[in-house]
C-alpha cells in the first residue's frame, strides 16, 4: 500500500506563488498517470494537471501558463508549481497517483490566495 503525503500548502498573495509536494512512501517509477485535483468550499472536485508516464501533460484552461506539474523519480515526488495564483485557485489541493491495480490519494492541502 502506497501513501501519499502532500506539502507546500499556505496562505499567499495574488500574484504570489507555492510549490506543493506529493511525497510518496515507495517509488513511484510503475505510476503511468499522475494527477492533482482541487476542490474550493461549495464546488466539485475538478482536475487542475496531468502528467502521463510519456512526459505528456495536460491542464485546465484556467491554469495554463501559471502552474506546471512535474515528477521527481529519484524522490518519489510529484510537485505542482503554481505562479501568479489568484483569489480563484483557493482551493484544498490532492495529488493522485495511478498505476495497473492501483489507486492513491493524497490527505489534502490547503492553498489559499488572500491579501
Known amino acids: 500500500q502506497v501513501q501519499l503525503v502532500e506539502s507546500g500548502g499556505g496562505l499567499v498573495q495574488p500574484g504570489g506563488s507555492l510549490r506543493l509536494s506529493c511525497a510518496a512512501s515507495g517509488s513511484i517509477l510503475s505510476f503511468n498517470v499522475m494527477r492533482w485535483y482541487r476542490q474550493a468550499p461549495g464546488k466539485e472536485r475538478e482536475q487542475v494537471a496531468t502528467?502521463?508516464?510519456?512526459?505528456?501533460?495536460y491542464y485546465r484552461d484556467s491554469v495554463k501558463g501559471r502552474f506546471t506539474i512535474s515528477r521527481d523519480n529519484a524522490r518519489n515526488t510529484m510537485y505542482l508549481q503554481m505562479n501568479s495564483l489568484k483569489p480563484d485557485d483557493t482551493a484544498v489541493y490532492y495529488c493522485?497517483?495511478?498505476?495497473?491495480?492501483?489507486?492513491?490519494w493524497g490527505q489534502g492541502t490547503q492553498v489559499t490566495v488572500s491579501s
Open positions: 493522485n497517483m495511478k498505476k495497473q491495480f492501483g489507486d492513491y
Open positions: 502528467l502521463f508516464s510519456n512526459g505528456n501533460t
